[in-house]
Each structure stands twice: as structure tokens, then as C-alpha cells.
């Protein structure tokens, strides 16, 4: 029950952002942040291009966020566990060329969450 609330967060930045002008679409940007490549994600089920690409960016850096980041129910879950995540579901979940360049940056360019 928690998490369907939880889940409502992506609908309401959608509600605050909508009737602002943007250079981008921001609100939809918002909005579509947790859907997943697949269509498994929240809150449309969209899949692959259907996502607009700023929110399948948007999508990887959350994970990321999430994941490195202490939350009150759990303490971070490390750069490892991050990476893993974002290699395992490649392609199904995330964009491959955006979870390429996420990669990219921690191992090639040696980026340190915090640095």
C-alpha cells in the first residue's frame, strides 16, 4: 500500500510542473521517469521510444541516486551494487546507450558519487 503511494510522486511533479512554460516538456519528463524500457515502469506502462529520451536519463541518474543514497528504511547500497543493477537490467529496464554512458562515466572517468 505504501509504495502505490509512493508511486503517485511521479503524477504529482507532472500536477506542479505542468502549466509552467519550459524550453523542455519537463512535466512529461517528470512524469515518465519511472517507466521502464520493458513497459514494467510506472505510472503509463510506456515502452522503449515511447519514453522520451531526457526521462529515460532521468531514469538511470535516479536508480543511481537511489541506490548510492542512505534512505530511512535502508543505508546506501554502494557503487557496486549501483553498477550491477544498472549492467544486469541493460536493455530491459534502462536504455542501453544511457546505462552504456552512465557506466561509462564510473569506470572510464573514474566519477565518484559525493567527489
Request: aromatic share 8%; glycine share 6%; hydrophobic share 40%.
Given at each position: 500500500?505504501?509504495?502505490?503511494?509512493?508511486?503517485?510522486?511521479?503524477?504529482?511533479g507532472?500536477d506542479?510542473?505542468?502549466?509552467?512554460?519550459?524550453?523542455w516538456?519537463?512535466?512529461?519528463?517528470?512524469?515518465q521517469h519511472?517507466?521502464?524500457?520493458?513497459?514494467?515502469?510506472?505510472p503509463?506502462?510506456?515502452?522503449?521510444?515511447?519514453i522520451?529520451?531526457?526521462?529515460?536519463i532521468l531514469?538511470?541518474?535516479?536508480?543511481?541516486e537511489?541506490?548510492?543514497?542512505?534512505?530511512?528504511?535502508?543505508?546506501?547500497?554502494?557503487?557496486?551494487?549501483?553498477?550491477e543493477?544498472?549492467?544486469?537490467n541493460?536493455?530491459?529496464l534502462?536504455?542501453p546507450?544511457?546505462?552504456?554512458?552512465c557506466?561509462?562515466?564510473?569506470?572510464e572517468k573514474?566519477?565518484?558519487?559525493?567527489?
Amino acid at each position: 500500500m505504501e509504495f502505490e503511494i509512493i508511486k503517485t510522486h511521479s503524477l504529482r511533479g507532472y500536477d506542479i510542473l505542468k502549466d509552467i512554460e519550459f524550453e523542455w516538456p519537463l512535466a512529461q519528463i517528470v512524469l515518465q521517469h519511472h517507466e521502464r524500457m520493458d513497459g514494467s515502469g510506472y505510472p503509463n506502462g510506456l515502452i522503449g521510444e515511447n519514453i522520451l529520451i531526457e526521462s529515460r536519463i532521468l531514469a538511470v541518474a535516479d536508480v543511481v541516486e537511489a541506490m548510492a543514497s542512505h534512505r530511512p528504511y535502508r543505508p546506501a547500497l554502494g557503487i557496486d551494487m549501483v553498477l550491477e543493477e544498472v549492467t544486469k537490467n541493460r536493455g530491459s529496464l534502462y536504455d542501453p546507450e544511457v546505462a552504456d554512458a552512465c557506466l561509462k562515466i564510473f569506470y572510464e572517468k573514474d566519477y565518484k558519487i559525493g567527489a
